[in-house]
């Protein structure tokens, strides 16, 4: 394969598609932008370093193939190059017996994607595996793990520079236009030429697919999802990871319990509307970006059928106590004077004009131009699927 390659965005899917390309295609001219003067400064960086198992996804769906192929190729790459996990395991917790159907399909959906050793728990079980936790069944997950992923990203970016490739920080795309059988991409800074151009653009990458030109009927919607952490001395509580059956109606997973690779507990998180695309903090607000999301049909429709929901996820994100409530039903000794508040991050939700929270992971390809136009959790677990995914595509264009 012949040719040069611009990949738009550093966090851990630009990193990975990155990689993935310069792997099979040894010599390619490949350059990486990357707004921020960091790598993994937004979606990576601020993920809570779950190592997924791929259990809760449609079988045959995007999801669930990376999550499942991405899974086996980030264990060997951290042993390959020591970077700390631990497969720990998981449980996934029902409260009440009208969760017991969603459990049991949750269930059924990781045999069927190939886990092995799952196991349903029963009540007593349950205390087996984590004392403390509150439930009347559960699911036993032991391929669930962690993982600091900008250690990951930053390991990937090393691989890249040694390889060949270039990184550039600083670069915040402006413009993309078609120069005959090049692209021309346009910085705050510079100017650069493309053969191909790979969108990995996160938060805002619907906004840099229009600008290559890609019809896309959606809208990435900014959630905010804030976290709390549990005070040293009650962190005894929580052994692994604990997790509540999700509603199936959203595309998050619940609040729920996380031992974190590099010590300590959090719990979280909420899920609530961000002001603007990077607000990580209530009072971050950009009055164009949150005008973009509140116009747009889809999201009206998704805030006319769920607006009930909607309003409990921001009570709890103004009110300790509710957000405490909500954690009580998995692990009833926790209190709110437990809890000290801990990050925040935002996850890039791609909506259609009709209201459907797009579930699964979507790429779209036109001449000269791959976007990944949604890729929100499990993608840092899936990171070097998608990225193969991608490659491959990039690949028979550039062929």
């Known amino acids: 394969m012949k040719g040069q390659l611009t990949i738009i965005g550093g966090g851990i899917v630009g990193l990975a598609t990155g990689l993935q390309l310069l792997r099979r295609n040894p010599g390619l001219q490949l350059r990486i932008l ?6 993994a400064a937004h979606q990576t960086g601020h993920n809570s370093g779950v190592i997924h198992s791929g259990i809760y996804y449609k079988p045959g769906s995007l999801k669930a193939l990376n999550c499942i192929r991405g899974y086996n190729m980030l264990l060997e790459f951290s042993q390959q190059e020591q970077i700390p ?74 691989k890249i520079r040694e390889a060949g ?9 402006t413009g993309i236009r078609p120069n005959g059988k090049s692209t021309r991409i346009t910085t705050t800074t510079d100017e650069f030429e493309t053969q191909l151009l790979i969108n990995c653009a996160g938060l805002y990458s619907d906004k840099v697919a229009k600008m290559t030109g890609q019809k896309v009927d959606l809208q ?22 604990i997790y509540p059956v999700p509603d199936p109606n959203f595309p998050f997973l619940g609040v729920h319990f996380t031992r974190m690779i590099g010590g300590g507990i959090e719990a979280g998180p909420n899920a609530v509307l961000a002001f603007r695309r990077e607000g990580y903090k209530k009072s971050h607000f950009h009055p164009g970006e949150l005008f973009e999301t509140l116009s747009w049909p889809g999201f009206r429709k998704v805030a006319g059928k769920y607006w009930r929901t909607g309003l409990g996820e921001y009570y709890r994100s103004f009110s300790k106590a509710a957000f405490t409530k ?4 998995l692990m009833p000794e926790i209190r ?22 797009i ?41």
Request: aromatic share 4%.
């Open 34 to 39: 990357e707004k921020e003067n960091i790598l």
């Open 85 to 158: 996990h631990e497969l720990c395991g998981k449980i996934i917790v029902a409260t009440s017996p009208k969760e017991l159907p969603q459990l049991d399909m949750i269930l059924q959906r990781g045999t069927q994607n190939g886990l092995q050793g799952l196991r349903k728990l029963q009540e007593q079980e349950l205390k087996e595996h984590e004392p403390h936790v509150a439930g009347i069944a559960g699911i036993l997950v032991p391929q669930a793990g962690i993982i600091d992923y900008k250690t990951v990203a930053n390991k990937y970016a090393e």
């Open 165 to 173: 490739g270039e990184i550039l920080l600083n670069q915040k795309v």
């Open 220 to 241: 990435i919607v900014p959630f905010r999802g804030e976290y709390y952490e549990v005070k040293p001395e009650k962190q005894y509580l929580v052994k692994n990871l």
């Open 326 to 329: 909500a954690l009580q039903k």
């Open 336 to 357: 709110e004077q437990d809890l000290m508040p801990g990050g925040a991050g935002v996850r890039a939700q791609a909506c259609d004009r009709n209201g459907g929270l």
């Open 359 to 399: 579930d699964d992971f979507l790429i779209l390809e036109s001449k000269g131009v791959v976007n990944v136009c949604n890729a929100p959790s499990p993608a840092a677990t899936s990171s070097l699927s998608i990225g193969l995914t991608v490659a491959e595509l990039a690949e028979k264009q550039l062929d």
